[in-house]
């Protein structure tokens, strides 16, 4: 069987149904897609539209290092793409499918790979609205620029 | 020795760098490359307190050493909103 894992930090939109196609097989019986899309608000305020920025290959790695531990924990088959660059509100900016012999699994396995990518994958998000701009540090706003602004 | 640091997110927007060459004694920690780079770059005097140290692409300690040649970055909070780890 082919490698049932497919990892990638891209730089163009993303669509899940090649994802789909890579996680189908003809032992899995259920495959979960996750979308994380850019939402219109967060904090109080009207988001505009979202810059990504990555350690990239160490993002690449810790992908993979999650997609690995997936795999050995529910035999699944997993592909996680996350998009760098500017996004608009309602555009997906990761995606997460996973394929398991049953929906349980399935289901299991694609929470853990997206909650765990988003304690551990070296990407932040710039959230820019009309006036304001920050990069979203965990619970935190961080400033963007050298002057704290 | 020499060791290079990667910079991205808010580390390199406050900086305006994608990476920086530094020059550490023999024995430095990543503690040590961290404050080599702040002397570099004050303006990223957050980093100790905020960030987590990697080295050569996985999480790391503070007290690890650092070798010729590493590739070692200090890594703030994902976006995803997780709470803050023990840094130390």
């Known amino acids: 069987m082919s490698s049932p894992i497919l990892v990638q930090v891209i730089d163009t939109p993303l669509d899940p149904a090649p994802l789909v196609r890579f996680a189908e097989a003809p032992e899995m019986g259920a495959v979960v897609t996750f979308s994380?899309?850019?939402?219109?608000?967060?904090?109080?305020r009207q988001v505009e539209y979202l810059e990504y920025d990555a350690y990239r290959?160490?993002?690449?790695?810790?992908?993979h290092a999650i997609a690995e531990e997936a795999v050995e924990r529910w035999n699944c088959r997993i592909a996680i793409q996350h998009r760098l660059g500017r996004l608009e509100v309602g555009e997906p900016?990761?995606?997460?499918?996973?394929?398991?012999?049953?929906r349980g699994?399935?289901?299991?396995?694609?929470?853990?790979a997206i909650d765990t990518l988003k304690e551990r994958v070296p990407i932040w998000k710039r959230e820019v609205w009309e006036g304001g701009e920050v990069w979203i540090e965990g619970e935190r706003d961080a400033p963007v620029s050298a002057d704290g602004s | 020795m020499h060791v290079r640091v990667e910079l991205f997110g808010r580390t390199s927007s406050q900086t305006g760098e994608r990476s920086v060459d530094l020059e550490v004694a023999p024995g430095a920690?990543?503690?040590d490359v961290a404050k080599a780079l702040v002397l570099r770059h004050p303006v990223l005097d957050w980093i100790l307190a905020v960030c987590r140290p990697a080295r050569n692409l996985e999480y790391a300690r503070w007290s690890d050493l650092a070798a010729e040649g590493d590739e070692i970055s200090f890594i703030p909070?994902?976006?995803?909103?997780?709470?803050l780890e023990e840094v130390g």
Do not use: I
């Open chain 2, 77 to 83: 909070p994902v976006s995803g909103g997780c709470p």
């Open chain 1, 105 to 112: 699994d399935a289901f299991e396995a694609c929470r853990f």
């Open chain 1, 36 to 44: 994380g899309n850019v939402r219109n608000h967060n904090r109080g």
């Open chain 1, 93 to 102: 900016s990761v995606l997460v499918v996973a394929a398991c012999a049953h």
């Open chain 2, 29 to 31: 920690t990543l503690r």
């Open chain 1, 57 to 63: 290959p160490m993002a690449e790695r810790q992908l």
